[in-house]
């Protein structure tokens, strides 16, 4: 099957042939994966759907500045508390204001341990949420956070309706969502489709594209055949192996984010012999060839990186990742009691690009130093859910991201701090400079203690940072659409000639 799609791509790249185009008023997009879950306050997966059909109080430009959103205005009003005026008049889909008591319900919500919000170290540092008029709210963190605007810009800070939810329950709401988004959720089947209705009463007006029909195709080339054929105008996620050939094709445009993917890592289970020991994390790390990761399987649309942080993030520090060193990560497998190597579960979804061509790639790499990885190759919908709770294997592929706050400390505090729902790491040390980072207001402090988590990191190798992608999008060139640094594929800003 997959030798006979690519045939139909290569013949369809041949000719340049693209037809069967949608109407102005309607489009298809192509995504890697289904989305599992529509409430936006509890993902297990990329926002890129709910950005469309939530609003949060604060927004970014094209070029990442913050400009208001759902708040028109917002400012500090002592150090632990932000006050933030909001836009009235808006309504949710189904008719219900959004008003302070709506982001109040919000953000309570994640706060809530009850509810184990899998997303709730974002938010960590709100205390609480004092709702100070129909239209005023004012934030309460347990410490000075001067990222409180920013964290309100994304994930899980969407305001949802709250009479909706609690009629109907969380798990009714993440199958039918209501949001005052520019979109509302016609029809949501996993797996199959999301498809997308223009909300004409939008408070920013009516987007310009009225019906957009998400498609999960997990097969790389079926992505591109579907482009190429008409079924799809747009591809998120390009298979790097297919971008040569994509170039300077009549009727298709690519679009190139440098480093505007998420960042792949190897997570390790720190409490688990022998990655409970630092020679043995170092080893393993020190066994990979991460340029020949990101030069050969990535096609160059990955750099190779020794941090979790992103060059456009504030605290970055530019750590170069480890050259491959077969002998001294031998060595430190010895000194370490483990000459012989070890056996370890390793798992790595398909999700990013040649993810699972990697994995094989660091499979064979740690075999030269005496480790047996045995690799599972699981479903993105299950791989999700054993991940959020604990239950992936010792060492495992995943990937992290920073564009919600374009700041180190989202690529850093939700994989590292003791406790958190993405972390395998605890270590007091640690744990003492992150909780520092969020407290501390002067920016060239808080910037210094960013990159020293960092070189911490580097030191300990709690986890394995690989690479940061490049994100690739491919479009028909009758589609108005630009990549943006956050990830965001903003509907509202799509045109169709």
């Known amino acids: ?15 340049g042939l693209l037809t069967g185009y949608a109407q102005a008023s309607e489009i298809t997009i192509a995504q890697p994966a289904s989305a599992t879950a529509m409430d936006p306050g509890f993902l297990k997966e ?4 709910v950005d469309n059909v939530f609003d949060t109080m604060v927004m970014r430009d094209a070029s990442m500045a913050l400009k208001p959103g759902l708040a028109t205005s917002w400012k500090a009003i002592n150090d632990t508390t932000w006050q933030f005026d909001l836009r009235q008049g808006v309504k949710f889909t189904n008719g219900e204001p959004v008003n302070a008591a709506a982001v109040k319900f919000s953000l309570d919500r994640i706060l809530d341990p009850a509810n184990k919000a899998p997303t709730i170290s974002y938010i960590r540092t709100i205390k609480s949420v004092e709702a100070t008029g129909e239209y005023q709210i004012q934030i309460h963190t347990d410490g000075p956070d001067p990222l409180l605007p920013t964290r309100m810009s994304r994930y899980p800070a969407y305001i949802v309706p709250p009479a909706y939810v609690s009629k109907v329950g969380a798990a009714e709401f993440a199958r039918k969502p209501v949001g005052s988004g520019a979109y509302t959720v016609k029809e949501f089947v996993p797996d199959e489709r999301v498809v997308m209705q223009a909300n004409g009463d939008y408070w920013r007006g009516k987007p310009a594209i009225d019906t957009v029909t998400w498609r999960p195709i997990p097969e790389a080339t079926g992505r591109i055949t579907a482009l190429l054929t008409g079924e799809v105008q747009l591809v998120d996620g390009v298979p790097a192996d297919l971008v040569p050939a994509l170039k300077n094709k009549p009727g298709v445009k690519l679009e190139q984010v440098k480093g505007g993917g998420l960042t792949i890592y190897l997570g390790l289970k720190n409490d688990q012999k022998p990655l409970n020991d630092a020679r043995v ?3 393993l790390s020190l066994a990979l060839n991460r340029d020949a990761y990101t030069s050969t399987l990535l096609h160059g649309f990955g750099t190779p990186t020794g941090t979790m942080a992103r060059p456009a993030d504030f605290g970055y520090l530019n750590i170069a990742a480890p050259k491959q060193n077969i002998a001294e990560a031998k060595a430190l497998l010895k000194e370490a ?20 061509e990697v994995a094989q790639a660091i499979v064979q790499d740690l075999a030269a130093i005496g480790v047996k990885a045995q690799l599972e190759v699981p479903e993105w919908s299950v791989y999700t859910q054993q991940v959020a709770s604990g239950k992936q294997a010792a060492m495992y592929m995943l990937a992290w991201g920073s564009t919600q706050t374009l700041d180190a400390d989202a690529a850093l505090y939700p994989i590292l701090r003791s406790g958190e729902p993405y972390s395998t790491v605890s270590n007091p040390e640690l744990d003492k400079l992150l909780n520092e980072s969020r407290s501390t207001v002067d920016a060239t402090k808080r910037g210094e203690l960013l990159k020293q988590i960092q070189q911490w990191v ?3 190798q709690p986890l394995i940072p690989l690479y940061q ?6 479009h028909g060139d009758n589609v108005t659409f630009t990549g943006r640094a956050d990830a965001r594929i903003p509907l509202f800003d799509l045109r169709v000639k």
Do not use: H, N
């Open 337 to 356: 009691g483990y000459a012989d190597g070890f056996t370890l579960k390793f798992q790595a979804p398909r999700r990013y690009i040649a993810s699972a």
């Open 46 to 49: 990329a926002a890129t759907l």
């Open 1 to 15: 099957m997959k030798r006979s799609v690519f045939k139909l791509a290569s013949l369809a790249l041949a000719t």
């Open 281 to 283: 994390r170092k080893a």
């Open 469 to 474: 992608e490049d994100a690739l999008y491919a």
């Open 458 to 460: 580097e030191k300990e």
